[in-house]
């Protein structure tokens, strides 16, 4: 049996800002701060731990990135959104290949 699809990728960008915002405007020690770093860690723990549980599956982002493109006659710049998020998928789909083949699983 071949590695199993774990679904959608998980994104911590926006975690990240939000994190980085807060100990710029409460510095660093400021309790809301700190959950705020504490959930982006968690997040990238997450993102670990679905890169080495299996293949990434970027279908979802792929349709929506054509989509858009097909909604906005084929303006790319309208679709930016899109396709940073098929780019961020492909990159966990990536690693998550390379992971599987360390196992020996692909």
Not at 17 to 29: E, P, R, V
């Amino acid at each position: 049996p071949g590695p199993k699809d774990v679904g959608r990728p998980v994104f911590c960008a926006s975690l990240e800002l939000s994190a980085i915002q807060c100990m710029q405007a409460n510095g660093k020690g400021h309790p809301q701060c700190q959950e705020a770093m504490e959930a982006y860690r968690s997040c990238i723990q997450r993102q670990k731990d679905n890169i080495q549980a299996g293949v990434i599956d970027c279908t979802a982002f792929s349709q929506k990135s054509l989509r858009c493109l097909e909604d906005n006659s084929y303006d790319k710049d309208a679709c930016q959104n899109a396709f940073f998020e098929y780019k961020m998928c492909n990159s966990q789909r990536q690693a998550s290949v390379k992971w599987q083949r360390k196992l020996g699983n692909l």
